[in-house]
């Protein structure tokens, strides 16, 4: 039973352009969403999260968007820069645990 | 502050033999977790600890257990080695509840 997915494995963009990925869930009970940037060789790196009571949160060049009627959920990366290249994994957390759900994850790759 | 540190960073065991991994988590934070990383799954939840007590288990055989210290460091061991169990161990550190959590750079178990 997968809670959380990333259906697209990866996604290539232009320098300078948005970069839009994907989340979808099936855990009513998530309290939080994460997402992490991941580099080879390397531990995930956490980039932004958002509650479940908001739609939306930003950081910088980086916002999550949720919509929990949709139980779906989205991270835009503007504008996109190369060292934006790496896999970057969604996870659900539920209130009272540590535990994270984590999606397959997305590959993203920046063009110069 | 040093990060979360995870030792060995490679390892190469047999079938049938055991494996401590070991982690010493970001100073200050009590709350200690596991993640298996494997091509086909994922990040997919080990354990969690908070002050020596494991409060929360992913769906994986008696062989992977765990233990946490006083001073918070953690170990994992798996016994009976198979070859499934070649992966990414990953461990991550956090404050507390819906903190976020941050990860060492895994150790890479492969079993022969």
């Known amino acids: 039973d997968q809670q959380v997915k990333q259906n697209s494995p990866s996604l290539s963009v232009q320098e300078g352009r948005i970069s839009i990925l994907n989340c979808d869930y099936t855990?009513?009970?998530?309290?939080?969403f994460l997402w992490y940037k991941k580099y080879p060789a390397e531990g995930p790196t956490f980039l932004i999260s958002?509650?479940?009571?908001?739609d939306k949160n930003e950081d910088g060049r980086f916002t999550v968007f949720l919509n929990k009627s949709a139980k779906h959920l989205s991270l835009h990366i503007v504008p996109s820069q190369p060292g934006d290249s790496a896999v970057y994994f969604c996870?659900?957390?539920?209130?009272?645990?540590?535990?994270?759900?984590f999606g397959k994850g997305t590959k993203l790759t920046v063009n110069p | 502050k040093a990060g979360v540190t995870q030792t060995p960073r490679y390892l190469i065991k047999t079938r049938g033999q055991q494996v401590t991994l070991s982690c010493s988590p970001i100073?200050?934070?009590?709350?200690v977790s596991w993640y298996q990383q494997t091509p086909g799954q994922g990040l997919q939840f080990l354990f969690e600890?908070?002050?020596?007590?494991?409060?929360n288990k992913g769906n994986f055989p008696g062989r992977f257990s765990g233990r946490q210290f006083s001073n918070s460091r953690s170990e994992m061991n798996v016994s009976t080695l198979e070859l499934g169990d070649s992966a990414l161990y990953l461990c991550?550190?956090?404050?507390?509840?819906?903190?976020?959590?941050?990860f060492g750079q895994g150790t890479r178990l492969t079993v022969v």
């Open positions: 996870a659900g957390q539920q209130g009272g645990s540590e535990k994270l759900v």
């Open positions: 958002i509650s479940s009571i908001k």
């Open positions: 855990n009513s009970m998530f309290d939080y």
């Open positions: 100073s200050g934070h009590r709350s």
């Open positions: 600890y908070f002050s020596e007590t494991q409060r």
């Open positions: 991550a550190s956090s404050l507390g509840v819906l903190e976020k959590a941050f």
